[in-house]
């Protein structure tokens, strides 16, 4: 099995997925000749031509709009926004467009747009966000975002396999620091959560690069299980219940800022349903409600840090 | 001195825990002050700093006597921990403990009591790990001899020491007691009758209630006590007053302080569930010293219940001006005859020591009688 960075095996997804199925094809800013701005699609407008990896202007809504358009004639079109950050401006196509044309018209969208997420690099307030939650708020749209570079394979060719409109967040911070194997050839990852590591005393509950954060935090503690959500939509409620009753104690880890993220979801699913289970309060560690400093001693300041996530572990442990 | 009980007019300052200059907080206690038996912890009414103790140690005074001058600093910001409620907030109206919600279901499923099980929690919380760990065990195979009276949790904060003894001399405890008990033999004619009880069906419903045996016999004791009022009555000299109600004693050791004897007033409203809940709670309360002094006054009959360690006859001495006191022992499963034929039963001897004063043996043997029949016959209370 082949060993690939986070970054390869979104390539290796892509690649698979376009040789597959020609209906598949890329759109995005600089992503044709530049390969990309994180060289995500290197090399594919030599292997697969200008018509299928396309460069596009500077136009958010333009890029969402025609993938939309692409899609409904019986295309899969896969758009890269720059940075996950861009997407504000095609917002309005995704979320009343894309999002509501099954509903509106009983036609399908299945568009997956790529969004190069999160923070860690010193990107500033402009570069680093984290923008799930904005969707998820929004019915009709599919959000995945992966850990490992098995997941970011699988769950991208899941995303363009599906009918409907799916976001990848793809975390800049993975793209080259992780490394995993990765199987050859073409398979999709189910959109569920999965343990990443097991215990029962307390399970920390999170996705994207937290994931990591959340292993390195709690590998001395004993007990400690962590669950990787891996699809924030749909969310996958069983796997959320099933831990909180094997463990009783929950920390629930964002990188986006604290208000309205995942994780307040999350915390909400457990108050409702798996409240005679808890044996503590459900406890939160997300990135304070402020823009993502430039400098970086602050911006690891907000970012939720190894640190933080294990001091939340163990004072939790100890209630 | 505040009022420590509707009877109580004076009391004594046993102890100073915090002298001219140091700083206190509010609801801190700053002194021990005793009535009777009961030691009780003064709060501090407000945060500041202890600037004039206006009575020493060992002095009895009035109630509404001023007994220190506390400087009030200007207000200050409360810490609030992460966890407010568990923080600072022990001394709850009802002193009930909280239980996370899975602790709770717990308990109900498996029909626990949680003030049995230790906490290693955060201030003590029994925590999920807690009541697993208690179940396990509670698994284990029974010993030979199984008593139903199991030990109450220890406290959790150290019982305060009312007074450093003297080497060589008594405790203040050690010598009320002995006072106590020596007028009390020296003042009734005291006897002691026993009886046998098959105990499977108080065994059978303290499981069932998650209770010790304790309560079940006592909710007995009380309905034989209804049927024989004249063993629920004080002798006061030529005085003998019979009561309606039951005020029940119930003597809790409090180790090698001594005795102490927590009295529930109209016990024969209670249920065993309840009866069971209020003896846990005086017991433990005697235990960490947070008794007033109102609710060790006014029994009208005591139960005494040693037997956990495995004794199973003993003669108690009656509690002043109390006519009787029950005894309950080990519960000891032994071979009985039952139609002729020899069956295992779970035996205990419950022995009554009374006042040939107020009293006669025939009377003793027929509330024994009686208390018997309700054991044997337990059926839910």
């Known amino acids: 099995m082949p060993t690939m960075t986070y970054l390869q095996a979104i390539s290796d997804g892509l690649r698979e997925e376009m040789r597959d199925d020609e209906r598949v094809f890329c759109m995005g800013e600089d992503i044709g000749v530049f390969g990309g701005a994180f060289k995500v699609t290197d090399g594919f407008i030599d292997e697969f031509g200008p018509d299928r990896v396309m460069d596009t202007p500077l136009a958010e809504s333009g890029i969402v709009g025609t993938a939309v358009g692409a899609a409904v004639v019986g295309l899969r079109p896969v758009c890269e926004m720059q940075f996950s950050d861009f997407i504000s401006c095609g917002f309005d196509q995704l979320v009343n467009v894309a999002g509501k044309m099954h509903y509106r018209q009983g036609l399908a969208v299945p568009i997956t747009v790529r969004l190069p997420t999160g923070g860690g690099f010193s990107g500033g307030p402009f570069h680093s966000q984290n923008p799930e939650a904005w969707f998820m708020h929004s019915p009709g749209i599919k959000i995945v975002a992966p850990a490992t570079p098995e997941d970011a394979k699988g769950l991208l060719i899941s995303a363009i396999r599906d009918p409907n409109p799916v976001l990848f967040c793809e975390h800049k911070h993975l793209y080259r620091r992780i490394k995993g194997d990765v199987e050859a050839g073409a398979y999709a990852t189910p959109m569920r959560a999965r343990v990443a590591r097991d215990g029962d005393d307390l399970v920390v509950i999170t996705y994207g690069a937290m994931v990591h954060t959340a292993l390195e935090a709690t590998e001395e503690l004993e007990g400690v299980r962590v669950l990787d959500l891996r699809s924030l939509v749909p969310l996958d409620e069983e796997a959320i219940l099933d831990s909180v009753r094997a463990c009783a104690k929950v920390v629930v880890v964002d990188e986006a800022n604290e208000l309205c993220a995942a994780g307040a979801q999350v915390a909400a699913l457990i108050a409702e349903r798996g409240f005679e289970d808890l044996d503590g309060p459900v406890v939160r560690v997300a990135t304070p409600n402020v823009p993502i400093p430039f400098s970086p001693p602050l911006e690891q300041a907000v970012l939720p840090s190894v640190d933080r996530v294990k001091e939340a572990c163990v004072e939790l442990l100890a209630y | ?381």
């Not at chain 2, 400087?71 to 001394?91: C, M, N």
């Not at chain 2, 002691?192 to 059978?204: G, L, N, P, Q, Y």
């Not at chain 2, 409090?254 to 209020?278: C, F, K, T």
Request: hydrophobic share 40%.
């Open chain 2, 1 to 381: 001195m505040p009022q420590m009980g509707v009877s109580v007019a004076e009391g004594t300052v046993a102890e100073w825990r915090k002298q001219p200059g140091d700083r206190v907080e509010a609801d801190e206690p700053i002194c021990v002050i005793s009535t009777d038996k009961i030691d009780t912890d003064v709060p501090a009414p407000a945060s500041g700093v202890l600037v004039e103790i206006l009575v020493p140690e060992g002095e009895t005074v009035d109630v509404g006597t001023v007994l220190a001058r506390i400087e009030v600093e200007g207000s200050e910001a409360l810490g609030v921990g992460r966890w407010a409620l568990e923080d600072g907030t022990d001394a709850k109206p009802n002193g009930g403990k909280r239980y996370s919600p899975v602790v709770a279901r717990m308990a109900a499923q498996h029909d626990l009591d949680l003030e049995a099980i230790k906490g290693t929690g955060r201030q003590g919380r029994v925590t999920k790990k807690d009541v697993l760990a208690f179940l396990e065990h509670a698994d284990e195979a029974p010993m030979h001899i199984e008593s139903p009276y199991r030990p109450e949790p220890e406290p959790q904060s150290p019982t305060p020491k009312a007074q450093s003894p003297k080497p060589g001399a008594l405790s203040r405890m050690r010598r009320s007691i002995g006072e106590h008990m020596k007028r009390s033999l020296e003042t009734a004619a005291t006897c002691t009758t026993w009886i046998e009880a098959d105990m499977s069906r108080i065994e059978a419903g303290r499981e069932q209630l998650g209770l010790t045996a304790l309560p079940l016999v006592a909710r007995c004791a009380i309905a034989a006590l209804r049927e024989h009022p004249q063993l629920n009555a004080w002798l006061e000299g030529e005085a003998y007053t019979v009561h309606d109600a039951v005020h029940l004693g119930i003597a809790v050791s409090l180790g090698d302080e001594g005795l102490i004897v927590p009295v529930i007033h109209d016990a024969q409203e209670l249920s065993a569930e309840g009866l069971g809940r209020r003896i846990k709670d005086a017991a433990k309360r005697a235990r960490s010293g947070e008794l007033r002094p109102d609710e060790v006054r006014g029994g009208t009959f005591t139960i005494t219940n040693p037997g956990q360690y495995g004794s199973i006859m003993a003669t108690p001495v009656i509690n002043q001006p109390q006519v009787a006191i029950l005894d309950l022992e080990a519960v000891v499963k032994r071979p009985v005859v039952i139609d002729d034929a020899i069956a295992i039963r779970p035996m205990t001897i419950f022995g009554l020591s009374w006042d040939h004063r107020a009293l006669d043996g025939v009377l003793a043997a027929q509330f024994l009688a009686s208390l018997r029949r309700h054991v044997e016959a337990w059926d839910g209370g």
